[in-house]
Structures are given as structure tokens and as C-alpha cells.
């Protein structure tokens, strides 16, 4: 959205270099995790999921991992591109029917 | 293509002016929400609906009223809108397992004067 970056951290990395992107998540009962990504003037995508049950997937040039211990998740975006550029949130599935969102981070990345 | 369609995507009306934001999926989706997008407040439930005619209250859902009599649609009704329902509105919908998450419209641009 146009004004969903404000007030976000915000990681500025060089292009081509890798991106990490944190997130803490609520409840040690949420069973399943997914990372969205919000351009400008769209609805938030998927990119990407994990289970509770695993501490690492790996997609096309993400990968994400979880620490249940310490309840956090990562994005780690590989040989970061210009279409790169968005806001990047978590989400935990806390029942069947419930998503709880993270606020975000805004992802600029420098020509 | 499998899609969540909201419309208007921009809308400025007055306070008080009754108006409808309407939401259709064509993914048969069980589960369908309402989601307002706010700077530094991230995205937060309005309403949510398990299924047709199945419907409840999200985190804010203070001066909306949803429907849902077909499965495909779900409307989001402001009967008086106020400034501080200013805002970027999402409608999403997912299978009943939420697997892959909520697919999101585009969003509606909605500004209260």
C-alpha cells in the first residue's frame, strides 16, 4: 500500500548482496508460519512457508528458518534484485482459523 | 486465474455516507476476512466469515457490518463512516485449513472526510 512503510525498520542492502529479514512471533502454539510481501499499491503475496516441525525450507533464492526456542522466524533472501523492493511480513497460523500478522519490514535495496 | 477481486480500489466519501466495499473469490474458499492496513499499526481483522451465512467479529470491528450469503462474496458495509475508519482495506480468503495462508485483493483506498 502506499503509506504501509511508515513507521517500519527498515534494511537497506546493495544489490546482489543477501538479505536477512526478522521476525518475532506470539505463541508457542502457532503451528505454521508464512511470509508475505507487499508492493507498492498491491495486497500483500505468499512466498513462502514452514512448519513447526522443521527449522529450515528453502524456495527460489529464499529460505526460511525458524527458532522455536526463542519464538522467531527469518527470511533470508539470496543475491538481493531491485524487484526486491517491498515490505516483508510474517505471519503464524495460531488455530485453524486465525492469522496473526507481524508489522513488517520495509526491504530497500540500492542499485 | 484464481483471484480475490475488491472494488473501488480508491474511494473518498463524506462522514455519515453509507457505503459498501465489495470482495468476490473465485477459489470456492471457505474462509474470507476483512483486514485494514494502517502506518505502523500492520494489518489488523476486521471480520471474518468460516462460511456462508458464518460470520464474526475480528480485532476491530467497531462501525463495520459484513454479510455473507454466497460463498463467493463478502461485502464490508460502513453504515456511517467516520475519519477514523481513513484507511487501506484488504478482503482475503483461504481454504479451511488456512494452508498457504489468506490469499489478498489489491485493496481499497478509503478516505473519510
Known amino acids: 500500500g502506499e503509506n504501509v512503510g511508515l513507521h517500519l525498520p527498515t534494511l537497506s542492502v546493495q544489490e546482489g548482496d543477501n538479505s536477512i529479514i526478522n521476525c518475532a512471533y506470539s505463541?508457542?502454539?502457532?503451528?505454521?508460519f508464512i511470509w508475505y510481501k507487499q508492493e507498492s499499491g498491491k495486497g500483500p503475496q505468499f512466498i513462502i512457508d514452514?512448519?513447526?516441525?522443521?527449522d529450515k525450507r528453502q524456495g527460489q533464492r529464499v529460505t526460511v528458518l525458524l527458532n522455536k526456542t526463542v519464538k522467531h522466524l527469518s527470511l533470508q533472501i539470496a543475491a538481493t534484485q531491485p524487484g526486491d523492493s517491498a515490505v516483508y511480513f510474517c505471519?503464524?497460523?495460531?488455530?485453524?482459523?486465525?492469522?496473526?500478522f507481524g508489522s513488517g519490514t520495509r526491504l530497500l535495496v540500492r542499485p | 486465474e484464481a483471484q480475490v477481486t475488491q472494488n473501488p480500489r480508491y474511494l473518498i466519501t463524506v462522514t455519515g455516507k453509507k457505503l459498501t466495499v465489495t470482495c468476490s473469490q473465485n477459489?470456492?474458499?471457505?474462509?474470507m476476512s476483512w483486514y485494514r492496513q494502517d502506518p505502523g499499526l500492520g494489518l489488523r481483522q476486521i471480520y471474518y466469515?468460516?462460511?456462508?451465512?458464518?460470520?464474526d467479529k475480528g480485532d476491530v470491528p467497531e462501525g463495520y457490518k459484513v454479510s455473507r450469503k454466497e460463498k463467493r462474496n463478502f461485502p464490508l458495509i460502513l453504515e456511517s463512516p467516520s475519519p477514523n475508519q481513513t484507511s487501506l482495506y484488504f478482503c482475503?480468503?483461504?481454504?479451511?485449513?488456512?494452508?498457504?495462508?489468506?490469499?489478498f485483493g489489491s485493496g481499497t483506498r478509503l478516505t473519510v472526510v
Open positions: 482475503a480468503s483461504s481454504d479451511r485449513t488456512l494452508n498457504y495462508g489468506y490469499t
Open positions: 505463541n508457542s502454539a502457532s503451528d505454521y
Open positions: 514452514i512448519r513447526s516441525n522443521m
Open positions: 505471519a503464524e497460523r495460531y488455530s485453524s482459523y486465525k492469522l496473526i
Open positions: 477459489m470456492n474458499h471457505e474462509y
Open positions: 466469515s468460516m462460511n456462508v451465512e458464518v460470520t
